[in-house]
């Protein structure tokens, strides 16, 4: 062995080290940057008109697991926020006439009000009581919006025009940002925003505040024993998941051009929960995963379907697809009867180390 | 357990506002009568009826909470599909409703017997909320399957003659359908009572509440027993559907809305108290129908339109909720330390 070849081992190693500690930053960067290429083929979707919706959802799931997964706390309320960030730009550009940077903010604030005013009032019940706590949240508040107070939320109608930001250019379904001077698709915005929420929710994880959360969601009462106020960080992980969740619907408000009370609905808060158990809430990307597959599923399936009926003519699969929420519930049941835990991604998980270890054999012979 | 109900009298509550509050509400109540006498008579009894179904779903919901751990989500589909079986018993196989209200809660019961023997038997003593999400999974799935057999559409049936007359109470018309709700919601409550406190299978199921693995020593079949308790608890989800059925038709929205609200009943009456939940259903009953019609009246007294809040009433369950969770957490009858 010489001596040069030292520092150079030296060197591979440190780079080693640096890909597996910054790997969540370089798998969203990734993944910014190859999900619209991917999808776009043509034996997947031929597309990539659902790819900031992707995004905005992926966003959306991963704050609602910085609750459930990180802190062990169920919310079927998540809706409230995700409609909060929505309504918050909608209201605001339209009533008030504000800048969406400025109307974006009021509502990411006023989200963040609301679920640290709802988690003091119920973080100290057990989860159950916490889960249906969050329900019974959802459901008076889709029913304050239906009401359409003040004029401000229009009711069952949804606010559905002058609800665009100056800046963005709509023509065909393609929506351009413009701004300062450059011009560009709104998905490069979408992701501008992904990348540094992702990244600030990592390093909200993985920060000592996230440590605590993972200890108090292993064992309440032993945190509790070490002098951790398990209700004040359970109060903050709300709080922020809603922060979050709201930064995803100031983007989606953009992407759906307008705000509709189904925000607020119950499905909404349901399907953030099966997308991430689904993917798998033990990992940082499970949810992401659980996302994607989610929304690549439905539009795969609704392509199927419109390609199928003519070709076959007589299998009309359409009916069958329109029931595909059946056959969902069913492969969440058995997600959650198998594996609670982990999910899509720790299937794809284990599937890669298993080819890793098999590789690690192959090369030492 | 048995502690915490010993100290369960009322703590020192401050007296001042609470009279004020109370004689507030009572102003209300009068002025109300002054105003509007034959609205709020009939909105109160309707708020009565609504509150024996609500109750009705809430027992059922908590006998199951209580013994086997798990919130029962697919509850409210449960319900409502006691109310499209009420339908296909009904119109589309020209039945007598009488048969639909002994026929479709067994069946419906077989359901829930079906859903506990295939997959809430493998999750108990995971979780809880492991139990919370596949019922939940099993909630989609059975509303999915009703919209496929019955589609989208909201429908009704005609109840049988006797339920579509009206009875005259003092001034008061009241129809007979309501009058059969809530009579069949008291028997509900009177019957299961006897069944938990005055019988030996009570007894066991009582002792399996309390300590499982003991009363497993010697020698109850808890498994059975639950199993049993599942059939009871979806068997009275369904009948409830069959009432509201008859009474207001049905839609694919129902049941997510009744377990929620089933929930709100139990939170606000206390977990693992009959009479609490039996109280808070009939007072949430009340408050939905019957707020609206008070801050009417309020506002044609006093000229202060905005008194008035279009839809309060289905805001009124939560706001209770709201209100019980920040005076007394517990709920309003409730043991201390049950599923906290």
Redesign the interface.
Known sequence: MSDASEPAAAGRDRLRNALSRYRVPIGILLLVVLLRPVIAHDALLGSSYIASAMLIWMLFAAAFNLLYGYSGL?SFGHAIFLGTGIYGVAIGIRHFDLPYFVAAPIGVIVAGLIAYGIAR??V??????F???T???A??IH??V??DPFGLTGGADGLRSDTTPAWIESFRGRSVVQLGGGEFELYYFVALVFVIAMLALWQIVRSPFGRTLVAIRDNEELARAMGISTARYQTWAFTLSGVFSAVAGTLLVIRNSGASLENFG?MTG?EV??MS?FGGISYFFGPIAGAFSWFFAREYLTNLEMVAIPLVGTVDVGPILG?W??F???L??VV??LS?QRGLWGFVRSIADRIRDRLAEVISE | MSAATLASTPDELPSVPWLIAGLALLAVVIVTLAVRPGLFISNLVGGLVYGMILMMIALGLSLILGLLGV?NFAHGALFMIGAYGAYQVVALFELPFWVALIAVPIGVGLIGVLMEVT?LR??YG?????G???T??????L???T??QWGGTPLSFDPPAVLRASVQVGFLEIATTRLFTAAVGAVVVVGLFLLMYRTDFGLSIRAGLQDQQMAEFLGIDIPKRFTIVFFLGTAIAGLSGVLRGAEVGMDLGMG?DFV?LA??VI?VGGLGSIFGSVVSALLIGVAVFVTPVMLRAVTTVTGLEWLY???IG??M???V??GV??VR?RGLFGEEGL??
């Open positions: 169920l009032l119920i100290g019940y057990g989860e159950i009581y889960a249906m706590l329900l019974a949240f459901e008076a029913f304050v239906n009401a119950m349901a929960i099966l158990i029931y929420r059946f969902f519930g069913f969440f049941v959650i009867v609670p | 919130v997959v493998r999750l995971e979780d809880p909320l492991i919370l999400l596949a939940f999974g099993i909630e989609l799935m509303e999915e399957a919209r496929a997510m929620i929930f709100v939170v809040v279009s839809g289905g805001l369950p939560f706001l909720m709201i969770l920040l957490p599923l906290e």
